[in-house]
């Protein structure tokens, strides 16, 4: 299982709205429902912000939500806050009970 | 609410085994469809999920790191347990424990600690 790709850095001004991609293959992205993403804060754990694809744990802003088309999945951020600063992580389920992270993508809020 | 945290050595010498604990508080360990995971991080770069255990104790293990992998619980105190052997100064990283389910690797983290292999 090779790590999911995902965009290095992505940038936006408060209130804008991002998108992060994550691409994975047929193997994993593509066959399951099954990603989720993680907020990353400098020296902190992650913190789940999306999981089977499009659900949001509770307590987490709508203004998060998640997507997928083919062997790519998307995390959406809408009216950019500046505590949106971070690193996200999407994982995704790869089959015979293993799990992919991809490679993470800092968030700058300008 | 579920809390974890892990404990261990901060410093291990290269061809030596990690061995790491993750304490779980709010809950018993063996309730609920739950999966116990390890997942760690090198300085700098991405997390890598390292491998999980069921409350049955059936395991699931990254087939990068299979071969030197071992997790196991302890339901009697409440723990779940990593050991990682033969390593070198590739696997030093932060490790964390976390709880998932069938959904997701981890719903809930533990905040993580620091292992070093250096001689």
């Known amino acids: 299982q090779s790590a999911l790709t995902q965009p290095a850095s992505v940038s936006g001004s408060p209130g804008q709205s991002i998108t992060i991609s994550c691409t994975g293959t047929?193997?994993?992205?593509?066959?399951?429902?099954?990603v989720s993403w993680y907020q990353q804060h400098p020296g902190k754990a992650p913190k789940l912000m999306i999981y089977e694809g499009s659900k949001r744990p509770s307590g987490v802003s709508n203004r998060f939500s998640g997507s997928k088309s083919g062997n790519t999945a998307s995390l959406t951020i809408s009216g950019l806050q500046a505590e949106d600063e971070a690193d996200y992580y999407c994982c995704s389920y790869a089959g015979s009970s293993v799990w992919v992270f991809g490679g993470g993508t800092k968030l700058t809020v300008l | 609410q579920v809390q974890l945290q892990e404990s261990g050595p901060g410093l291990v010498k290269p061809s030596q085994t990690l061995s790491l604990t993750c304490t779980v508080s709010?809950?018993?360990?063996?309730?609920?469809?739950?999966?116990w995971s390890w997942i760690r991080q090198p300085a700098g770069k991405g997390l890598e999920w390292i491998g999980r255990i069921y409350t049955s104790g059936s395991t699931n293990y990254n087939p990068s790191l299979k071969s030197r992998v071992t997790i196991s619980v302890d339901t009697s105190k409440n723990q779940f347990s990593l050991k990682l052997s033969s390593v070198t100064a590739a696997d030093t990283a932060v490790y964390y424990c976390?709880?998932?389910?069938?959904?997701?690797?981890?719903?809930?983290w533990g905040q993580g600690t620091l292992v070093t292999v250096s001689s």
């Open positions: 047929s193997s994993d992205v593509g066959s399951y429902n099954l």
């Open positions: 976390a709880r998932g389910d069938g959904g997701t690797p981890g719903n809930y």
């Open positions: 709010g809950g018993s360990i063996s309730s609920g469809s739950y999966y």
